[in-house]
């Protein structure tokens, strides 16, 4: 009786979603295979930590989280660190203390013991948001004009950066709105920049927003990526704060296997915290992504702190290195580029032009090449989808760091984003 009964609540709930960009939940996936996906996804916990923000923490043993269940990662060795030291540059503080600028919102209750990665759990309810269990944590496919041959041909315009020419229709993805700094041409093994803090308004319930790093290889139907920064994803996290994210050609975080994980203290997923404010305290965090050159593995460093790795057996186009790196602000949603416009906010909020104080902004913006050095960019330049609605600008003051990107908008408020 009390099997019926739940089977009876579950399908109530799949009822009431709301259709999204995937849907709702299909009706055949019964319980027991939304209970067999939960036991795959959350794997035992020596000891779990119950986070002020609703999250749970749960601290995994390395060797049992979830990477190892990837097909392609069964006979894999764990590597605890990077086989060289990675560049890392000076973080600001917001004290003398030597405090990092923001922290994550679970540390206040508690600490992973050592041997055990901290893993965001994943609950029923996050499951059905999704159209399917094959859709949870993951994007609609990433796919630019160029990919349309009948786009491709029309108007194309180009871009020049290091005597290389770049469709601007490859920075362009269906769905998504992105106002971006750019780089393009050399072999990449990694990026780096601090972002600032915000926590943007989204307004539709399949939307998101994000302020963060790409770095990328393949043309734009064959395209790889590993990324991080913060995002805002209701559809994703079941609520609207900010949060560290990472993603890669696969998934969101942990919500599919291939990420490993090797730091104690951070989880991905996990809201993070203070906030900057118009006019007030501004706080950012720092994101670097490094390829070990000897074993062909791409870290992921959060506020200078090693976080883990994509394994190179992941990849086929990003094996060596990338091609071109972004810096910025993207807005998913079905209802960008069209009228009426989505009101979802990217960054503060703010025009890029509001400027330091009031206008999201990334700094300390570095590449990484073969020398292994954080060095800025020799050659930049900005790419925004709607300009009247999200824009950018390179700020190339003679500041201490040197330029700083400022990007975002809140379409909505003014008269040519509607």
Known sequence: MEKIISMILLAMVVFVLNDGVYGTANDRETLSEIDRR????????VKSIKSEDGDIIDCVDIYKQPAFDHPALRNHTLQLRP????????MDKINESGWPVVIQTWQKNGTCPKGTV??????KQDLLRAASLEHFGRKTPEISYTANRKEATNNSKFININNTKLDTRDLSMVNRSAAVLVTVGYNYLGAQGDINVWNPNVDLEDDYTTAQIWLKGGPGDRLESVESGWMVNPKLYGDKRTRFF???TGCFDLT????????????LGASIDPISSRGGPQYQITIGITLDPNLGNWWLQYNNKVVGYWPANLFSLLKHN???VEWGGQVFSPSVKKTPHTKTAMGSGEMANALLGNACFIKNVRIIDNSLQLKYPEWVATWGDEY????VFNDVKDYRDGPIFFFGGQPGSNLYCL
Do not use: H, M
Request: glycine residues 2%; charged residues 25%.
């Open 322 to 324: 990338a091609i071109l």
């Open 246 to 248: 990472t993603y890669w």
């Open 38 to 45: 939960l036991k795959l996804l959350n794997k035992p916990a």
């Open 118 to 123: 901290p893993i965001r759990r994943i609950r």
């Open 83 to 90: 086989s060289i030291d990675l560049p890392t540059e000076k």
């Open 388 to 391: 009247y609605c999200y824009n």
């Open 256 to 267: 599919c296997t291939g990420f490993v994980q090797t730091d104690s203290k951070v989880a």
